[in-house]
T-cell receptor
């Protein structure tokens, strides 16, 4: 069965620091990839998605992610984080099925 | 569009009571998903429907849990009898055919079973 691994469970950064959150998946075929964000007390919102084409995907709020097929990775990046980026970030994979498989999430805490 | 609507937003009940969670998907979406989120287990898919038909309920923890989708605009998740370990946030999500899995989530129902 496919799985999604997020190796960073809790990340603490200062404002203006650069961010990279890792995501690896185990499915070998064609996949659709997503990053969702969950702000404290809120529901999951889509940050960005990759279906095909340019492997560097730009999302909302200055986030981007790079799909590296050979590494089965879809890491999330942001050059300069803000306090308002404090949230939990979930990587998800949809290998053609309707249901998403989510990673365990990474809790990001940005200190002012 | 109002987005995915869930009710109630918060539910506190006592062990042994029946709990019913409700979800209204986005109009025009034909797939609906129920997830449970806990600190220990993260985000888990419980069940999902395509065109009101349950497709995969392998994530439903046990027979105490049941889900229905009587029509395209309404779904329920019922727990009977409830137990303290069912305490979690339950999310409903929906998606439209052809969107390659892009799901829109509701605000969730925070369930506390005492």
């Amino acid at each position: 069965a496919q799985s999604v691994s997020q190796h960073n469970h809790h990340v603490i950064l200062s404002e203006a620091a650069s961010l990279e959150l890792g995501c690896n998946y185990s499915y070998g075929g064609t996949v659709n990839l997503f990053w969702y964000v969950q702000y404290p007390g809120q529901h999951l919102q889509l940050l960005l998605k990759y279906f095909s084409g340019d492997p560097l995907v730009k999302g909302i709020k200055g986030f981007e992610a790079e799909f590296i097929k050979s590494k089965f990775s879809f890491n999330l990046r942001k050059p300069s984080v803000q306090w308002s980026d404090t949230a939990e970030y979930f990587c998800a994979v949809n290998p053609g099925r309707r249901a998403l498989t989510f990673g365990s999430g990474t809790r990001l805490q940005v200190q002012p | 569009d109002a987005g995915v609507i869930q009710s109630p937003r918060h539910e506190v009940t006592e062990m042994g009571q029946e709990v019913t969670l409700r979800c209204k998907p986005i109009s025009g979406h034909n797939s609906l998903f129920w997830y449970r989120q806990t600190m220990m287990r993260g985000l888990e898919l419980l069940i999902y429907f395509n065109n009101n038909v349950p497709i995969d309920d392998s994530g439903m923890p046990e027979d105490r849990f049941s889900a229905k989708m009587p029509n395209a605009s309404f779904s329920t998740l019922k727990i009977q009898p409830s137990e303290p370990r069912d305490s979690a946030v339950y999310f409903c999500a929906s998606t439209q055919r052809g969107t390659s899995g892009l799901q829109f989530f509701g605000p969730g129902t925070r369930l506390t079973v005492l």
